[in-house]
Protein backbone atom coordinates (compact mmCIF):
# COMPACT_ATOMS: atom_id res chain seq x y z
CA UNK A 1 0.00 0.00 0.00
CA UNK A 2 1.26 3.50 -0.89
CA UNK A 3 2.39 5.77 2.20
CA UNK A 4 1.49 9.07 0.94
CA UNK A 5 -1.37 9.98 -1.65
CA UNK A 6 -1.54 12.02 -4.48
CA UNK A 7 -5.15 13.85 -5.15
CA UNK A 8 -4.23 12.70 -8.88
CA UNK A 9 -2.90 9.23 -8.79
CA UNK A 10 -5.80 8.49 -5.78
CA UNK A 11 -7.40 5.09 -7.05
CA UNK A 12 -8.61 2.28 -4.60
CA UNK A 13 -7.65 -0.74 -6.73
CA UNK A 14 -3.72 0.62 -5.79
CA UNK A 15 -4.53 2.56 -2.31
CA UNK A 16 -6.92 0.00 -1.09
CA UNK A 17 -9.59 0.79 1.62
CA UNK A 18 -9.35 0.65 4.77
CA UNK A 19 -6.51 2.86 6.03
CA UNK A 20 -4.96 1.53 8.99
CA UNK A 21 -2.31 3.67 9.88
CA UNK A 22 -1.50 2.26 13.40
CA UNK A 23 0.25 -0.53 13.48
CA UNK A 24 -2.43 -2.11 10.92
CA UNK A 25 -5.37 -1.01 13.32
CA UNK A 26 -8.08 1.98 12.49
CA UNK A 27 -6.80 2.71 16.48
CA UNK A 28 -8.68 2.47 19.54
CA UNK A 29 -9.31 4.29 22.93
CA UNK A 30 -7.16 1.97 24.68
CA UNK A 31 -9.77 -0.44 26.02
CA UNK A 32 -10.40 -3.86 25.13
CA UNK A 33 -13.44 -3.26 24.58
CA UNK A 34 -12.47 -0.30 22.09
CA UNK A 35 -9.56 -2.69 20.33
CA UNK A 36 -12.08 -5.74 19.59
CA UNK A 37 -14.39 -3.16 17.95
CA UNK A 38 -11.79 -1.71 15.74
CA UNK A 39 -10.41 -5.00 14.98
CA UNK A 40 -13.88 -6.36 13.89
CA UNK A 41 -15.00 -2.58 12.09
CA UNK A 42 -11.73 -3.15 10.23
CA UNK A 43 -11.98 -6.76 8.83
CA UNK A 44 -15.82 -6.35 8.20
CA UNK A 45 -15.75 -3.57 6.22
CA UNK A 46 -17.09 -0.89 8.31
CA UNK A 47 -14.25 0.74 8.69
CA UNK A 48 -13.34 1.01 5.02
CA UNK A 49 -17.02 2.08 4.56
CA UNK A 50 -16.99 4.74 6.76
CA UNK A 51 -13.72 5.77 5.59
CA UNK A 52 -14.34 5.92 1.96
CA UNK A 53 -17.94 8.13 2.57
CA UNK A 54 -16.09 10.21 4.31
CA UNK A 55 -13.49 10.82 1.60
CA UNK A 56 -15.95 10.79 -0.53
CA UNK A 57 -17.88 13.51 1.09
CA UNK A 58 -15.37 15.89 1.47
CA UNK A 59 -14.25 15.74 -1.97
CA UNK A 60 -17.40 16.66 -3.47
CA UNK A 61 -17.40 19.54 -0.96
CA UNK A 62 -14.01 20.94 -2.77
CA UNK A 63 -12.58 23.76 -0.89
CA UNK A 64 -15.32 24.09 1.23
CA UNK A 65 -14.01 21.31 2.86
CA UNK A 66 -15.86 19.34 5.81
CA UNK A 67 -16.03 19.76 9.73
CA UNK A 68 -16.65 16.13 11.88
CA UNK A 69 -19.57 18.49 12.87
CA UNK A 70 -20.87 18.72 9.30
CA UNK A 71 -20.31 14.65 8.92
CA UNK A 72 -22.28 13.81 11.98
CA UNK A 73 -24.81 11.92 10.19
CA UNK A 74 -22.53 9.43 9.24
CA UNK A 75 -21.48 8.06 12.87
CA UNK A 76 -21.03 9.16 16.05
CA UNK A 77 -18.87 11.51 16.83
CA UNK A 78 -16.08 8.90 17.90
CA UNK A 79 -15.81 7.19 14.70
CA UNK A 80 -16.19 9.98 12.42
CA UNK A 81 -13.19 11.55 14.51
CA UNK A 82 -11.48 8.50 13.86
CA UNK A 83 -11.80 8.31 10.15
CA UNK A 84 -10.91 11.82 9.42
CA UNK A 85 -7.73 11.21 11.86
CA UNK A 86 -7.30 7.88 9.67
CA UNK A 87 -7.70 9.70 6.23
CA UNK A 88 -5.21 12.35 7.44
CA UNK A 89 -2.53 10.22 9.48
CA UNK A 90 -2.03 8.75 5.64
CA UNK A 91 -2.00 12.02 3.63
CA UNK A 92 -5.19 11.28 1.77
CA UNK A 93 -6.99 14.72 3.37
CA UNK A 94 -5.22 17.87 5.43
CA UNK A 95 -6.88 20.11 8.11
CA UNK A 96 -6.65 23.33 7.47
CA UNK A 97 -6.06 26.01 10.74
CA UNK A 98 -9.11 27.39 9.89
CA UNK A 99 -12.55 26.68 11.71
CA UNK A 100 -15.91 26.89 10.87
CA UNK A 101 -18.36 26.51 13.68
CA UNK A 102 -15.05 26.20 16.20
CA UNK A 103 -14.21 23.03 14.29
CA UNK A 104 -11.42 22.75 12.08
CA UNK A 105 -11.86 22.09 8.11
CA UNK A 106 -10.67 18.77 6.14
CA UNK A 107 -9.93 19.41 2.19
CA UNK A 108 -8.44 17.15 -0.54
CA UNK A 109 -5.17 18.10 -1.07
CA UNK A 110 -5.70 19.44 -4.04
CA UNK A 111 -8.18 22.36 -2.61
CA UNK A 112 -5.61 23.49 -0.24
CA UNK A 113 -4.93 26.22 -2.41
CA UNK A 114 -1.65 28.15 -0.48
CA UNK A 115 -3.52 27.68 3.37
CA UNK A 116 -2.40 26.79 6.25
CA UNK A 117 -2.40 23.09 7.39
CA UNK A 118 -1.62 21.04 10.88
CA UNK A 119 -0.01 18.36 11.80
CA UNK A 120 -1.90 14.92 12.38
CA UNK A 121 -1.93 14.33 16.04
CA UNK A 122 -2.20 15.87 18.87
CA UNK A 123 0.82 17.94 18.64
CA UNK A 124 0.40 22.11 17.40
CA UNK A 125 3.21 22.28 15.24
CA UNK A 126 1.99 23.70 11.42
CA UNK A 127 2.93 22.38 7.94
CA UNK A 128 1.93 22.79 4.83
CA UNK A 129 1.35 19.79 2.83
CA UNK A 130 4.37 19.45 0.87
CA UNK A 131 6.54 19.43 3.79
CA UNK A 132 4.87 17.45 6.48
CA UNK A 133 7.06 15.09 8.54
CA UNK A 134 4.43 13.27 10.06
CA UNK A 135 5.60 9.09 10.31
CA UNK A 136 1.81 7.43 9.36
CA UNK A 137 3.20 4.22 10.52
CA UNK A 138 4.95 5.16 13.87
CA UNK A 139 2.25 3.47 15.83
CA UNK A 140 0.23 3.99 18.88
CA UNK A 141 -3.35 4.32 19.83
CA UNK A 142 -5.55 7.08 18.73
CA UNK A 143 -7.70 9.37 20.64
Given at each position: ????F?????D??IN??P???Y?????????D??????????????T??????????IR?????????????H???????????????????I???K???G??K??V?N???D?????S?G?Q??????T??S?N????G???
Amino acid sequence: MSEEFEEDSFDMEINPWPLLPYKGSSGHSGSDTSEERASTRDLNGETAMLQFTIYNNIRVHQGNGRTVGELKHFGHHGSVSGALSNLHKKKVISRLKEKRGKQKIYVCNQYVDGRETESQGRQNASNSITNSSANPDSGGEQH
